[in-house]
């Protein structure tokens, strides 16, 4: 057995009792099926976040509203969580095989399982004051959204604007792929984004779509100080609407055999750009 078994107390075995019992409530429910993974959505609406970053994030967030956090005591000693219990939320120590039946054998959760309400996205409204804003045309691959939401943060953007339908809801997947990122960034959501797109062009917003094909370099496209990058799901790229309503097309220039770029590298290189431009018109 190990030391983190042998150290366990009543109140551990309580709440690993509980914990049994609701497992197998959830899983007589949906007709023993076995366990729920992290992307399901419990049935409250619950998401669950896991991961050092992630969920260190996630603690940090005062917007963020936690039901319940399950770690492992190795994973609670490196979040630097001393005292667990007087945490103002259900806390479990659990051994690492227990999150791995409940977000199952190949999420990279080290040891670390948070249920929290999903963060309410803001209305296209609360951008005053935004300078760079990112706009994902239909991209639903949770991994790409997570890794441009990481590099929003990194280069300073003000919100992320998506669509409601076809784009991935908040999970599991996407918050360890944001690698914390989901709790730094505003994240807006639209009906209809070539709508969006003329009530940010109607705030001063030059709307740039990024295309392969585009008439001009990235670069050579910025005009205004305030920029909202335009960027569509892999494969089909931006969608037709969305062609005739952004400001301008704009390619990057790649030297190489491959003409584009994945999404989230595309987001990358061009947030790089963005940033540029607007720290030499700011005199930055």
Do not use: W
């Not at 976040?49 to 319940?68: E, S």
């Not at 007087?86 to 039946?101: A, K």
């Not at 990112?134 to 959204?145: A, F, K, S, W």
């Not at 494969?235 to 005739?244: A, D, F, N, S, V």
Request: charged fraction near 25%; include cysteine; hydrophobic fraction near 40%.
């Amino acid at each position: 057995m190990s030391d983190d078994h042998n150290s366990r107390t009543p109140k551990d075995s309580h709440y690993a009792r509980l914990r049994r019992a609701h497992r197998e409530r959830a899983t007589q429910k949906r007709g023993g099926k076995g366990p729920v993974h992290a992307d399901a959505a419990t049935e409250d609406g619950i998401v669950r976040l896991y991961g050092l970053h992630t969920v260190r994030a996630a603690l940090d967030n005062p917007q963020r509203r936690i039901r319940r956090l399950s770690i492992t005591r190795n994973a609670s000693a490196r979040l630097d969580l001393n005292d667990p219990a007087s945490l103002p939320f259900p806390v479990e120590t659990v051994e690492p095989r227990e999150i791995d039946r409940l977000v199952g054998p190949d999420a990279v959760h080290q040891g670390v399982l948070l249920e929290a309400e999903p963060l309410s996205p803001k209305p296209l409204r609360d951008l005053n004051g935004a300078a760079l804003v990112l706009v994902l045309d239909q991209v639903t691959d949770p991994h790409n959204v997570g890794a441009i939401m990481r590099s929003a943060v990194a280069f300073g953007v003000n919100a992320l604007v998506t669509t409601a339908r076809h784009s991935p809801a908040e999970s599991g997947v996407l918050a360890k792929a944001a690698s914390g990122a989901l709790e730094h960034i505003d994240h807006l959501t639209v009906r209809n984004l070539a709508e969006a797109l003329e009530e940010l062009s109607q705030a001063g917003f030059q709307t740039i779509g990024l295309d392969s094909e585009g008439p001009e370099r990235l670069e050579d496209t910025f005009q205004a100080d305030r920029i909202a990058l335009v960027l569509g799901a892999e494969g089909k790229g931006l969608r037709q609407k969305t062609r005739e309503t952004v400001s301008a097309l704009a390619r990057l220039d790649v030297p190489g055999a491959i003409r584009s770029l994945n999404v989230s590298n595309a987001a990358a290189v061009s947030l790089y750009a963005a940033c540029r431009h607007l720290n030499t018109i700011s005199g930055d």
